[in-house]
């Protein structure tokens, strides 16, 4: 049975689509998904499912959070191999993981919208698409950088959810029990 990581984007951040894990472990739980848990208060929910259907887990995933907590939330999905891909691709390995994130994307950018790209880098800051990740390298932390999760949503015309370094390596242990 395959273990899926789901990423809920934008659930608890400023006390907006607020949810308790206990709450979304239960959820998750009553759709029949086996060895639930929860990581942090930022969406991260490590389940085994029978289906390996990505696209009809994040259908069924979404349309329950709809209807329990009455707000919509996008569902993105990775398996625990694409954690370990993820892991072993970094791009930037002498970064320190505070200074590193990955921003998971919803589905593959258009050629288009990839090549039309004109991310707001400042000076040291760094990324690389690879695949339906981002990878981020922001050595003076992210929280003044330009290169956010809602820029390369608009410019490449997809949904994304960002996780710390930490965090992807903290999912990908989990996903490994």
Same mark, same amino acid.
């Given at each position: 049975?395959?273990?899926?990581?789901?990423?809920?984007?934008?659930?608890?951040?400023?006390?907006?689509?607020?949810?308790?894990?206990?709450?979304?472990?239960?959820?998750?739980?009553?759709?029949?998904?086996? !060895?639930? #848990? $929860?990581?942090?208060?930022?969406?991260?929910?490590?389940?085994?499912?029978?289906? =390996?259907?990505? &696209?009809? +887990?994040?259908?069924?995933?979404?349309?329950?959070?709809?209807?329990?907590?009455?707000?919509?939330?996008?569902?993105?999905?990775?398996?625990?191999?694409?954690?370990?891909?993820?892991?072993?691709?970094?791009?930037?390995?002498? !970064?320190? #993981? $505070?200074?590193?994130?990955?921003?998971?994307?919803?589905?593959?950018?258009?050629? =288009?919208?990839? &090549?039309? +790209?004109?991310?707001?880098?400042?000076?040291?800051?760094?990324?690389?698409?690879?695949?339906?990740?981002?990878?981020?390298?922001?050595?003076?932390?992210?929280?003044?950088?330009?290169?956010?999760?809602?820029?390369?949503?608009? !410019?490449?015309?997809?949904?994304?959810?960002?996780?710390?370094?930490?965090?992807?390596?903290?999912?990908?242990?989990? &996903?490994?029990?």
């Amino acid at each position: 049975m395959p273990t899926h990581i789901s990423l809920l984007r934008g659930i608890n951040v400023g006390g907006n689509k607020q949810i308790r894990m206990a709450d979304l472990k239960a959820l998750y739980e009553s759709l029949d998904f086996s !060895a639930v #848990a $929860t990581y942090v208060q930022s969406g991260n929910v490590l389940f085994d499912a029978d289906s =390996a259907d990505s &696209a009809e +887990l994040i259908a069924r995933i979404e349309a329950a959070i709809a209807q329990r907590f009455g707000f919509d939330v996008t569902v993105l999905l990775r398996t625990a191999d694409d954690l370990r891909r993820i892991l072993d691709n970094n791009p930037f390995p002498a !970064a320190q #993981a $505070t200074q590193l994130h990955v921003l998971f994307l919803s589905a593959l950018p258009a050629p =288009a919208a990839i &090549a039309a +790209l004109n991310v707001p880098a400042a000076e040291g800051e760094a990324w690389l698409l690879a695949g339906q990740e981002i990878y981020l390298h922001y050595p003076n932390g992210s929280g003044r950088s330009k290169m956010t999760g809602a820029f390369f949503e608009r !410019a490449l015309g997809v949904a994304a959810s960002a996780r710390n370094w930490n965090s992807v390596n903290a999912l990908h242990n989990l &996903a490994h029990r």
